[in-house]
């Protein structure tokens, strides 16, 4: 009697916990924003492009060069969009105006993430 109560349950716990558990094996879900930002940069590292486009913060300050005619993206933590700045020469200083805390800057494929303070 008793082997027919807990056999049930232990099945419907380990069906409820395999979610789980797989999301656990795994270092990034498919659908995170740093899984997505992790393999733009893994892609723009190996390209060997000569015309470079580099991103550096320094603070609220970040400066984008060899992205002339192209858009800064700006995405929170979560992987929503909070703002973009178009770069309209060869080498931009932007300062961002957004609250502190991590950001992911994205121009084309090229990503890095950020902490403002």
Do not use: C
Request: charged share 20%.
């Amino acid at each position: 009697m008793r082997n027919v109560i807990i056999q049930p349950l232990l099945l419907l716990v380990l069906a409820l916990s395999a979610p789980h558990a797989y999301a656990a094996q795994t270092m990034m879900p498919l659908h995170s924003p740093w899984a997505i930002a992790a393999t733009e940069l893994a892609s723009a590292t190996n390209s060997q492009n000569t015309d470079e486009i580099t991103i550096k913060a320094e603070g609220r300050k970040i400066h984008v060069s060899g992205a002339e005619d192209k858009t800064l993206e700006v995405y929170n933590i979560v992987g929503v969009k909070v703002t973009s700045y178009n770069i309209d020469a060869p080498e931009k200083t932007i300062t961002l105006s957004v609250p502190r805390g991590i950001y992911i800057l994205r121009v084309d494929k090229v990503a890095r993430k950020v902490n403002i303070p």
